[in-house]
Structures are given as C-alpha cells and as structure tokens.
C-alpha cells in the first residue's frame, strides 16, 4: 500500500459500518448508527476531497491494481453522492416504518455507498470495473427488497442487464489494455497512438461498446428497459437514490472511458460520437414519450430519468467545454429533483398508499408542502427559469449548437424542447390536479396528511438547493470548467 | 458604469413583500390586504423616481448568464404604467375578494407577478427578459385558475399549455440568437444586427423568439387562450391581464421589431399581417359575444392588433417612423388605461350580480349614473371619438398607415395593398364602436324584462367609496388626455421614441384638423351601421315572451383551440410519438424475449433449480407462455435459421 491511506476510510468505512447496521435490532439506535455513518462519510469525503491525492491499495500484476486517485470529477461526484445519500437516508427513517426488514435495508443501503464513493475515487479501470459490479450487487438487494415476485423479477433484469452491460465494459478493457500506455486514467486519454495506426476503426468500435455498456446504468437505449421495471418496485428511497445516484454511476464510467481514457479528440468526429449522440437523443424522446403515457407514478418517474439522464450523456458525447459543463450541472440538478420527486412519490404513498397517478386528484390539499416540493423539482426538470433545469438545459443547448456535428446540433437542441414539452405534460399534470382538482372533488374527504419533519426536512433542503443552485449556478460552472480545462 | 440600485430593488421588493404577505396573511386577512397595497404603492412610487433617468443594474452571474437591468424613456414608461395600475388594481382587489377563498395564495402569486412584470419590462437583455418572463407566465397562471371552477381550470390550462409552448420557442430561438449573436444584450444586439447585411437569415430565428410572446400579446393564431381565460380570472387578475401582461408580449415584439428588425420591411409586413388579422378576429369575436367579459377579453385581443399593426408600420416606414412609433405607444398606453376603468366597472357588475351574460345583466346599469358615467368615458375613449384618448393613438396609427401610402404613391408603387389595410382598419374601428355600443346599450339603457327575477336584493352601496373615488379618477383622466394631447400624451411618445429608433416628428400632429377627424368619422359611421343593421337586426330574436334578447350565433365548431390544437396536440402527436417511442422501448425486451426462446429448452423460462423461487426465476413475463418449439422441432428450425444464414453470407 503506497501514498495517502486516508483514502481508503471514506472507501471502507460505510461498508463495515453496514454490516454492523444489520445487526442493531433497534430502532432508535439503528437510524442513529445510520445517520452518524453517512454524516462522518460526508465529512470524510469533503476531508480526503480537499487535496489531490493517490492511494494504491494493492497491485495485483504490474498492470493491473486496485488504486484511488482524487480529482475534480471524484471531488465533484462524491460530495453530491454523499449528501443526496444523507438526505435520503433520513427520509427512509421514517419510511421504513411501514416496509418490513429495515434493518436488512439500511444495511445494503449504507454498504452501496462505499461501492459509490470507490467508484468516485477508483484511478484505474481495473478499480473502476471492480466498484461497478460491486455497486450493482450491493444495490440489488434494495431492488427485490419487497420480496414479491413482481420485485424479484425486476431485480433480475436489473441484474441481468447491469452485469451484461459491465460485460461490455470489460471486454473493452481487453483491448484497452493492449492498445493504452496504462489504464490509469489521466486527463486527455492515455492511448499509445504508434499501436493503434491502422487500428482506429476497431477503437472507436469498442469506445463505441464500452460506452453502450456503462450507458446500461445510466439508462441509455437499447439497454434502458431495465430501469422503468426495476425502479419502481424498490422502496422509495431506494428508487430515489437508485435514480437520482446510481443512474450518475454509469455517468462516471462513461466519462472515465471517454475523457480519460480515450480522449476528447480521439472520439471527436468518429461514427461513434454521431451514433451516440442518435441514440442518447432517441433515448430522451423515448423516455419523455412514454412517462406522458404512464399511469403509475413512480414508473412515469422512472422513465423521466431514462430521458433526463440520457441529458447528461448527449451532454458528454458533443466533446465540448460548453457541452460537459451542461452534461455535469444536469448530473446535479437532476439528481437534486428526481430525488424530491421520488421521495415525495414515496410520501404519498407512505401517507395515502397512491400509487396511480389518477388517485392524486387534490393530493395538493392535503399534503400542500409535499406537492409544494414536487412543483418545485417538476419546474426544474421542465427546465423553468430561475430553477437549476434551466442553467443546465442553456449550457447543453449553447454546447450543442457550438460543436462540431452539423444538422444533428439542430435536431437535438429540438428534441431537447419536444422533450421538455412533454416532462411538462407528465408532472404539471399531477401538479394541477393536485391543486385544483376541479368541482366534482370531495372537499369534505380532505384531510391534512403532510407526514413529520424527518420527511419534511430532507425535501425542503433539497427543494431550496434546486432554486439557490438555479439562482447561483456559478460555484459549480467554475468548479466543472476547472475539470473540464484540463480534459479538452 | 454607475449602478442604480432602485432597478433590481422594484422587481425583487414586490418578490420579498409577498412572501412576507403570505406569513403576515396566515394570521390577520385585514393587515395582508393593507400589506399588499402599501408594497404596490411603494413600488409605484419607486418607478416615478425612474422618470427622466437613465439607470443601469446588472447582477453578474445571476441564473448562469447574469442579469441586467436598463431604465430608460420607453420602459420606465411602461413601468410607472405597470406600477400604477398595479396599485389601483391591488386597492380594488381588496372589496371584490372579500368573499373569496384562498385569498392568501391571490396576493402572493399577485405580487410575485407584479415583480416579475416589472423585470421585463426594465430587462436590459433578452436573458433576463425571458427569466421573468417565464416567472410571469407561471404566475400569472395561479391568478387565472383562482376560482377552480371546471370550465375556469380548462381556461387555465390552454393558458399554460400556451405560455410554456411559446415559452420553450422562444427559448429555442434565444439559444440559436446567443449562438449566431454572442450576446442577448439588447442594445449590443442591435448593434450587431446592423452590421448584418442580409437581415432574412435571422427570419426564422427572428420568428421563433417572437413566437412566445406573441402568445402572450394575443395575436392570431396564438390567441385561442385569451377568450377562455380572460373571462375566468377574477376580474382584478383579468384586469392586470389585459392592462398588463399583454403588454410583457408587446414588449417582446418591440424588442425584435425596434432593435433587431429595426427598419426591416420585410418583417414590419409580417408583424403587420399580423396585427390585422387579430384586429379582425378580436374584433368580430367581441361582436358576436354575449357575455360582458368576453366581449372585453376579445376588444383587448383587436386593441393589441391596433398596437401590432403600429408596430408594423414602424418596421415599413423605415427612418420616417415618428407617427407610427407614437401611435404604438399612446396606444398600449390608453388601451391599458381604458381597460383598467372597463374591466373594473364589469368587476364592479359582477360583485354585485354573480353574472356576466348580457341578457341577465341587462338595464342593471340604468340607474347608477355614476357607474354608467365611467363606464361612458371607457366606451367613448375605447372607440376612438374625438376628444377622447384611445382617439389620440388611433389617430397616429392611422395616419402612418396614410403617409406610407402617400409614400407608396409617390414612388409610383402599387397601393392596393395598404389601402385594403387602411380599409380594414378603419372597419374594426367601427367595430369597435358597434361591440360596445352594444354591451353599454345593454346594461346601462335598455330596461330588463325580467328584471326581478334576475337582480339578488343587495343591502347598502352598490360600490365602496374608495372604489368609487379611484374608478371616477381614473374615467376622468380618459377625456383630459384626450383633450390635450400636447400636454400629456406627446410627452409619453417623446419619452418613447429613442427606444423605437425614432424621432420626434418636425412639426406637431394637427389632432383635431378636418383630415385627421376623417377617419374617425368614417368608422363611426361603419360602426353605427353594424350595430343597427347587424347587432340589432341579427344577434338579436325575440323570445317566447315576445322581448328581444341577445343570442350568441357565434357558430360553435368554429373554434380553433377544439378543432385544431387540442386535438393535434393531445391525441394525433401523442400516440404518433408514443407509437415509435413504445416500439424503441420494446426492443431490447423483445430481443431477450427471443434468445429466451432459442436458449432455454424449458418452456417456462425457468432455469434449475426449479424450487427456490428467488434466485431461479429468469423470466419478467406474467404469465407463463408456451414457447415456440420443443425438442425435436426446436432442433430442426435452429437448423433451418443455421442455414438460412449460411447461404445469405454465401449469396453476399
């Protein structure tokens, strides 16, 4: 073990800690366990993010190690994580309440976070691989944690199309490790240009694959279908870290393969740029289109994250300054509303047991500050002015129009605004009926519903960072232009 | 460059004061409502000391691009416009809510419109525009839907849906100006457009932008909303509507014709065909209306026409632009005037009897001289009579549609075309005339036939002294203003003109000379042969008791919002796109699905061991489903597939 063992705490930490969380039979002093282990992972993690550091942990061959290295995009995803990650755990405190096994849940629920914040930190691909499959298993639990068929099945697909998927991935790294100088990530791509004269075709072929493969997680087409099954069915916080979160875990690894493995310029003009970009603007129709479509609630969510996610990926695949800061500020702000949006989801149905769209019909009566925290996180994703959505969808917009890709530049800032039409079909809908439900709506059947602070809070913190971060975007654009100077 | 708080403090207090409203409101109702009107008064207040400055904020780094301000001639007009109608507004708000629910939700959404208003139109760049503006719409939207009615929540909605549609062109076309421009900055981005040699290329970028906020100014064939919820607002909201908000869109389309299509022919025709056509049709739609709401809702729709024609004229005239600019700003300036006194004295009605339709209002008004006296001065400024300030603006409008005739003429070009629009104009003018002659007939001289039937028993004063004192004031100023023009209404155009790229005319318009008075002769004498010959003759039947009453002939499948838009927009393109999305989505399930069926021998799916139910179960279908082929069968189509394949890669 050689350089900061820091490191390596805020990496075991929750992991350990997890399991120790599985076995507290009570209440109290279980979500206090829990609370105080993400607290002081956050702390860690801020600590560690400080300064720009490296930890090798073991080398397995001379090529291969499992190292850490912190840097602005480990810095910049691990603090989100952790926090996101904090606020959900508090709100699932009370959620929990009416799921069965919660010791089980906070226990994989605390584990993932290492799987996370490794992922944030990994400085090699081989390290990068390892985190991916064990974020996969360690969230599969959460999935099938009803434990009804329906969930257990979906959490199969999850599993099938996740492990398919990092499938890809390693087979890229074959070639990687042939074709590279090193898999160690460093900014502006490692690959050794002398080996690969005449072989261009084949990498961008397998950059090509690799990024379809991470894109699995983040719910890019073709291999999306598993998260509009498998979100759902888990409970709700867990869907709202599974969609806020997890999804920016494959967001991570395609921008470990694309800025810091192969290179902006490599990929700049290859088929595969174009041909990503088709399928992340098809993947945000597509998932725009059938949340208009959906009836049940939080399935409609998670097909809004099929198509807000793939944001962040058209984002990345233009290779230009404007085009990544747009991609990463979409990462936060969408992270920050899709989880408002699912815990409120959860709120509901924790309070009424909703989960159809239609039966939300005066919801906004009832629970005014829930549904007031969904109108705020709806008007973000829609991208309203002075919301974050709206910082996040300019930068990508300005990226598209300013890169090099022609007509496809028109086309997807189009469907960016197609897709934004119908995100404001799918949520202002529930908002209005929500409100204003209309004459035939019994009034006397009202009831004041709104659930306790320890749901409250975490939605009301969340709901003020969308409008200050939506106000003052300016802290993050200069921390993403810092990163994204050194990679272009 | 000097900064000038005040800016930033108009369009932020109003922001602040309502929330703080909001926790005042929860406990004393009576300290909310004084609450409300001190802030508007403070508010106008602050906008008079902007008169005569030129003042500068900007807030770098605001929302992303920064925010900044600009007061100048043109906009602290419209502000101190804005501010005062707001207050008058606010002050009257207070009686008609009385018996209102959810009156603390009206007075926060008000004021934060109130601050988001005052945002556009002090906006120094489209940036900052289009932030308030889309704070504006959502807003605004709140006040439409107050009373939650179902046909007043169908209103809202086209509202919304309309404002977020134009809202996200214009969006689209801002992204497309930044990109080719560099910059949103107004005034930079005239300089910019300047430079350009070949104006076209910016058309359809030029189009998009307008797009929203032509939605919101009303114009044809983005006016479907205005009828519906003009009339479901509560009337103080209708009446910030049609005074105010109106004029955001208004101001988006000076923005594009006097700064980045300055002296364009081109697009002064295309904003010109515009404004016609929604002169016409609001015009005509007033006529056939039988409700005393809509008929104001579709007069504000023709009234913007007026404006947007002037707009037009501004872009066709090119240099010669004085009367034409004038004319745009004397008239959103008296329309807003004369709609504050008409929408509030129809608030004024509508507390007292519940109704709006023209048959069960009607002869209300006969014995309330002082109502029907307000009422007269609205009527009379809103038609153009001499002596009265719509006729001022009417009048500039007109007279530049002459001049570029006289133009035309002599360049010994072809006139048909603007004397058809001089024609046209002068038509709704009249009108104009005819609608509210119809609607003041109605409720202020006939008598009602069924008068006791129809009018609840109300104790005491039909109108509360304040209410009264500030409607009167406000009727009063229509005839002063349009009595001296000099004195006040040139002074509001001289402020303007360096906004629109003009300059004041050489010598002073001739208001009350024999050629001007013309015109408005010609539309009286249109209108009072519609309103005889059409109003009276053909909108007007006798019922089984034999009295004459008012029926809406308007023909109900002519509407464009049901027979076009929500049908287009909610069925056709929604199941086109969810018919390709749906397939897209499939896909992959469905290629499983069948490696599923090629793989497994199993029928069901299942792979051993059968008996644990969790970790064997490898299928995400419902019901169990038999597969295609078992066996023998299975085994001999694999060959079948094998060979298929075989020879096509033989064959290619």
Known sequence: MSGDTMLLLPVILPFFAGIIIGFIKDEKQRNRMVFVTIAVELALVVYVAMVESSLTVWNMTNRLSIAYHIDGIARYFAVLICVIWLLAAVFSMEYMKHEHKPARFFMFYVMSLSALVSLCFSANMMTLYFSYELMTLLTFPLVIHTQEPQAVRAGMKYLGYSIFGAGLGLLGFFFLNTYCFTTEFAPGGTLNMALIDGHENLLVTVFFFMTVGFGCKAGMFPLHAWLPTAHPVAPSPASAVLSGIITKGGVICIIRVTFYLFGADFIRGSWAQTALLVLSLITIFMGSMLAYKEKLLKKRLAYSTVSQVSYVLFGLMLLTPVGFTGALLQVAFHAVAKNILFLCAGAIIYKKGCTLVEELRGIGKEMPIVMGCFTIASLSLVGIPPMGGFVSKWFLAQGALGSSIGTLAIVGVTILMVSALLTAGYLFSIVLDGFFPGNNFNYSAVQKREPNDLMIIPLLILSIAVVFLGVFPNCLEMFINNISGVIF | ?652
């Open chain 2, 1 to 652: 460059m000097h900064q000038n708080i005040l800016l930033p403090l108009l369009v932020f207090f109003p922001m602040v004061a309502a929330i703080l409203g909001y926790a005042v409101g929860r406990k004393n109702k009576e300290a909310r409502n004084n609450w409300a009107c001190f802030t508007t008064f403070l508010v106008m207040g602050g906008t008079l000391l902007l008169i005569g400055k030129h003042a500068r904020y900007s807030l770098p780094e605001f929302c992303g691009l920064g925010l900044s301000f600009e007061g100048d001639g043109l906009r602290v007009v419209l502000a101190v416009l804005t501010s005062s109608i707001w207050f008058i507004t606010t002050v009257f708000t207070k009686e008609y809510f009385a018996h209102y629910h959810n009156r603390n939700r009206y007075y926060f959404f008000m004021l934060m419109t109130l601050g988001a208003t005052l945002g556009i139109f002090l906006s120094a760049d489209l940036y900052t525009t289009f932030i308030f503006f889309e704070m504006m719409s959502f807003t605004s939207f709140v006040l439409v839907i107050h009373q939650e009615s179902d046909e007043v929540i169908r209103a809202a909605q086209t509202y919304l849906g309309i404002a977020i549609i134009g809202g996200l062109v214009t969006l689209m076309g801002l992204f497309m100006m930044y990109h080719m421009a560099g910059t949103l900055n107004i005034e930079a981005l005239a300089k910019f457009m300047a430079t350009q040699e070949d104006k076209s290329k910016f058309y359809i970028v030029g189009g998009l932008i307008l797009f929203g906020f032509a939605a919101k100014a009303g114009l044809f064939p983005l006016h479907t909303w205005l009828p519906e919820a003009y009339p479901a607002a509560p009337t103080p909201a209708t009446t910030l509507l049609s005074c105010i908000l109106s004029k955001a869109g208004i101001f988006g389309v000076l923005v594009l014709s006097c700064k980045i299509f300055l002296f364009d022919a081109g697009w002064g025709n295309f904003i010109l065909i515009l404004g016609v056509i929604t002169m016409v049709t609001g015009a005509i739609l007033a006529v056939f209306s039988v409700n005393l709401k809509r008929t104001l809702a579709c007069s504000s729709m023709s009234q913007i026409g007026f404006v947007t024609i002037a707009i037009g004229m501004q872009g066709l005239l090119g240099s010669h632009n004085a009367l034409a600019a004038g004319g745009t700003i004397l008239h959103i300036v008296n329309h807003s005037l004369l709609k504050l006194v008409l929408f509030l004295s129809a608030g004024v009605i509508y507390l007292n009897l519940g109704k709006l339709n023209l048959n069960e209002i009607r002869g209300w008004g006969k014995d309330k001289p002082l109502l029907k006296f307000i009422f007269l001065m609205g009527v009379l400024g809103i038609t153009g009579i001499p002596f009265w300030n719509g006729y001022i603006s009417k009048t500039l409008i007109h007279e530049s549609i002459v001049e570029y005739i006289e133009l035309l003429h002599e360049a010994g070009q072809s006139t048909i075309y603007m004397q058809s629009v001089e024609w046209i104009f002068l038509f709704s003018g009249g009108l104009t005339l005819a609608y509210m002659t119809k609607i003041f007939v109605a409720i202020f001289v006939e008598t009602n036939p069924y008068a006791n039937t129809c009018y609840p028993s109300r104790k005491g004063d039909y109108i509360s002294k304040v209410s009264a004192v500030i409607l009167t004031l406000c009727a009063v100023a229509l005839p002063i203003v349009g009595i001296f023009p000099y004195l006040t209404a040139d002074k509001i155009a001289d402020a303007s003109y360096h906004f629109m790229g003009a300059h004041a005319p050489e010598h002073a318009v001739q208001y009350f000379a024999w050629v001007n008075v013309k015109g408005a002769v010609v539309s009286i004498a249109i209108g009072g042969l519609v309103y005889l010959l059409f109003i009276r003759k053909v909108l007007m039947e006798r019922d089984h008791n034999g009295n004459l009453v008012y029926i809406d002939r308007w023909p109900k499948g002519l509407n464009l919002e049901d027979r076009i838009y929500r049908p287009v927009l909610l069925i056709i393109l929604p199941f086109i796109g969810a018919f390709f999305a749906r397939i897209a989505g499939s896909l992959t399930d469905g290629f499983v699905s069948i490696l599923r069926m090629a793989i497994f021998n199993d029928d069901s799916g299942r792979v051993v061991p059968p008996e644990d139910r969790y970790f064997s179960a490898y299928t995400d279908e419902e019901t169990d489903k038999i597969v295609y082929g078992e066996g023998f069968a299975k085994s001999l189509l694999m060959i079948g597939v094998g060979l298929a394949v075989a020879m096509l890669y033989i064959l290619f």
